[in-house]
């Protein structure tokens, strides 16, 4: 019984922590990875920008419940930040979507921390 108490008591944590982490986003911006003289189809850019938006998602990372990790949310948060460095334009060099339903099944099936990455040129 002690140990069934100490299990449910981590996932007790892992879902707390995993709630405080969800609906928010984070932004890293470099100045200076691009290369001094190289260009891109589209000119030289200012910067390079990486923006993590983190949800919990309903069913199996489906439905948003707390926050909106899905595509065009987090393409919206990119922009939104890219916009505030005076950006013109931007280019999207990559997307990475995890969504963690398989941590702690079966809690997990039903309410699952998802994360979507972009990544890109800011022009």
């Known amino acids: 019984m002690l140990k069934l108490n100490r299990n449910l008591a981590g996932v007790s944590a892992l879902l707390l922590l995993s709630m405080l982490l969800a609906a928010c986003e984070t932004t890293s911006y470099a100045r200076k990875f691009v290369v001094e003289g190289a260009t891109t189809p589209e000119g030289r850019p200012r910067?390079?920008?990486?923006?993590?938006?983190?949800?919990?998602?309903?069913?199996?990372?489906?439905?948003?419940?707390?926050?909106?990790?899905?595509?065009?949310?987090?393409?919206?948060?990119?922009?939104?930040?890219?916009?505030?460095?005076?950006?013109?334009?931007t280019r999207?060099?990559?997307?990475?979507?995890?969504?963690?339903w398989f941590i702690l099944p079966p809690f997990s099936f039903l309410i699952s921390p998802v994360f979507t990455e972009i990544n890109g040129y800011v022009y």
Do not use: C, M, W
């Open 92 to 100: 999207i060099t990559n997307v990475d979507r995890t969504n963690l």
């Open 47 to 89: 910067g390079y920008q990486s923006t993590t938006t983190r949800a919990l998602h309903l069913a199996l990372g489906v439905q948003p419940l707390l926050g909106d990790a899905s595509l065009d949310q987090a393409i919206a948060n990119f922009e939104k930040e890219a916009r505030k460095k005076n950006a013109k334009s």
